[in-house]
């Protein structure tokens, strides 16, 4: 293969890779030997399986053997001997019957590099390089590597030939943040379920308070390193507007007197009812706050980019996940709030302060239905909705906070499922709740219901919509399949089966 070719292919995707990855991606040596070299650490090896398998139909190939021929599967971590920092994940394929009883002996021996083996016998090989590419990294291997899921891992597939003939079949994987020459902070964030604003009436000299749910997926998911000048790679061009004009904003505040580079590798789309925009710019004030060595609490960072001035579910979700219900804000002349608004309409206003923080079951799956509709209100349009529809009914208040108070939290606490969605469905018909459902198109309640007969405990909208959301403990096909069915037929849309995240964002330095 051209590896140059390939590790262009990879830099358009990603970003530019530093001279040792692309050494690592293309060398014909002793990759524990060059690992060293490149540490300065001692480099050993654990076996994580070792077994005899049948060869799958693209292994067969690769080795030129007969599909079903038995194979040495082999699973080692390449790691730091001080530290245990896994470096490289490596596979392997053997063909048991290309090998001396020797050599056999030594392989299925744990923790022995197949160089080394290879050396040991002093056979005469040479590696052939199949492939290189990047993928993103899944929950399993972001555990392995100690990186979120989801961002890039580069890896490679070759054949070490002896005798004409593949000997050993090999894929070697290893994070794109790694064996980098700058420092890079990662932020993956989750998103959020806004179930209802609590109380818009105000009487009680206390406004807002929110109930909401972070989600492990969507999310979104960044790098922050300094740089010469600001950019912002990654994103569509009203994304990276927004993205510019935050990281002005956020630069400035901090006092930083530098530049940054953002990479977005991961964002969801603003305005679809799931917060992506206090999650985006979450993240990048806290990226740039790391960058610089800024300690600043996920409140003053909420303060800084504008955020938490209404409801308090994004911040929450961002600093420490699961169910969590706000106590709102003072309310009258002289204090935090004297009107009604919008998040997006209160800047200077902290983030209210949570007052109810628990662990969502994490048997029980949310999915949400995205249909092809209008984006939820926002800007001017929606501060016009707040000021014409505040306050709403007393009443309407006390029911929901006795729904919150004496049925919604009981059900998540005692794992009752059926008590908790019927709070939820409730709540969709009282206070601003109803009033953000009775701005929808019909196609809303509609497909709110068609989850409910479908038989989700709960089915509701989330903030300003479009996205519905439902909740239960079953593996959530049926429900699924009957609301993608409905949402083909007017208009079309997505869904997503995801469940609750109950830790915020994850912060790391690479």
């Known amino acids: 293969m051209d590896i140059a070719y390939s590790i262009n292919e990879i830099e358009t995707l990603v970003g530019r890779l530093s001279p040792m990855q692309k050494f690592l991606l293309g060398t014909d040596g002793s990759v524990t030997q060059i690992l060293e070299a490149i540490t300065g650490k001692q480099v050993v090896i654990e076996t994580r399986v070792q077994k005899i398998i049948a060869a799958d139909p693209t292994t067969a190939e690769h080795l030129r053997i007969k599909q079903g021929d038995p194979v040495n599967y082999r699973v080692v971590e390449i790691k730091t001997a001080a530290n245990g920092e896994v470096l490289i994940y490596a596979i392997s394929h053997t063909p048991i019957a290309r090998l001396s009883p020797e050599f056999k002996n030594d392989l299925m021996r744990a923790d022995i590099p197949i ?75 989750p998103s959020r379920l806004h179930l209802t604003l609590i109380d818009m009436h105000g009487g009680s000299g206390r406004v807002d308070g929110s109930v909401g749910i972070a989600l492990n997926e969507p999310g979104i998911l960044l790098e922050v390193r300094q740089s010469q000048v600001l950019e912002v ?54 990226g740039i706050a790391e960058v610089y060595g800024r300690s600043l609490t996920i409140k003053e960072l909420a303060l800084l980019v504008g955020r938490g001035g209404t409801s308090g579910i994004g911040t929450a979700a961002f600093e420490q996940g699961g169910f969590i219900i706000d106590g709102g804000h003072t309310f009258g002349r002289g204090r935090e709030k004297n009107d009604f608004r919008p998040s997006a309409a209160s800047r200077g206003v902290r983030s209210p302060p949570v ?3 628990h662990e969502f079951p994490a048997d029980w799956r949310i999915l949400l239905a995205m249909p092809n509709l209008p984006g939820g209100a926002s800007g001017m349009k929606e501060t016009d909705i707040f000021k014409t529809h505040c306050p709403v009914p007393l009443d309407e208040v006390q029911v929901i906070c006795h729904e919150i108070l004496m049925r919604m939290l009981p059900g998540i606490i005692e794992h009752d499922l059926e008590l908790f969605g019927s709070s939820v469905n409730v709540i969709q018909s009282l206070g601003f709740k109803k009033v953000e459902l009775g701005l929808q198109p019909k196609e809303i309640p509609a497909l709110i219901e068609i989850m409910r007969s479908s038989g989700a405990a709960c089915s509701g909208m989330s903030s300003f919509g479009p996205t519905v959301f439902a909740i239960d403990d079953t593996d959530m096909q049926e429900i699924e399949q009957a609301a993608q069915s409905f949402m083909n037929d007017h208009g079309g849309g997505s869904s997503l089966i995801t469940s609750a995240r109950n830790k915020g964002a994850s912060v790391r330095i690479a």
């Open 355 to 357: 007052i109810v923080r």
């Open 233 to 286: 790679q990654g994103c569509d061009s009203v994304t990276r507007k927004r993205i510019m004009d935050s990281a002005l904003q956020i630069l400035k505040g901090l006092h930083a007197g530098g530049n940054v580079s953002i990479t977005v590798r991961e964002y969801y789309p603003s305005h679809i009812g799931l917060g992506s925009g206090t999650q985006l710019m979450l993240a990048i004030a806290r």
């Open 115 to 189: 160089g080394r083996i290879i050396q040991n016998h002093r056979i005469e090989a040479r590696r052939e390089i199949l492939n290189a590419r990047v993928f993103p990294a899944s929950e399993e291997a972001g555990r392995i590597f100690s990186i979120c899921s989801r961002e890039p891992l580069l890896s490679r597939q070759y054949r070490i030939i002896h005798g004409g003939e593949p000997l050993i079949f090999i894929e070697e994987q290893f994070p794109y943040n790694r064996f980098l020459e700058e420092r890079r902070i990662i932020v993956q964030t």
